[in-house]
């Protein structure tokens, strides 16, 4: 048997404690960090580039990210 399944990988799914569509709760779940450092993080690195590149890619993840099984 293979030592990896697919149970032991961490997965990219949108957080169901979500403040809009989940994504950076989701990306804070990933990594185990806190969602308000991602949230912080977001909102600065948007502000800095003129906003426009960080709301594509919100709404790319938004769009990519699967919805997560917990509730």
Sequence with gaps: MHPF?????????????????GVCGGIA?????SP????????????C???FPGILFYLLFTCIMPK???K
């Design 36 to 47: 308000t450092w991602v949230r912080a993080g977001y909102a600065v690195l948007t502000c």
């Design 29 to 33: 779940d990933f990594f185990g960090i």
């Design 49 to 51: 580039s003129i906003a």
């Design 5 to 21: 399944t697919t149970n032991d990988m961490k997965q990219l799914t949108k957080s169901p404690e979500r403040i809009l569509a």
């Design 68 to 70: 997560s099984n917990m």
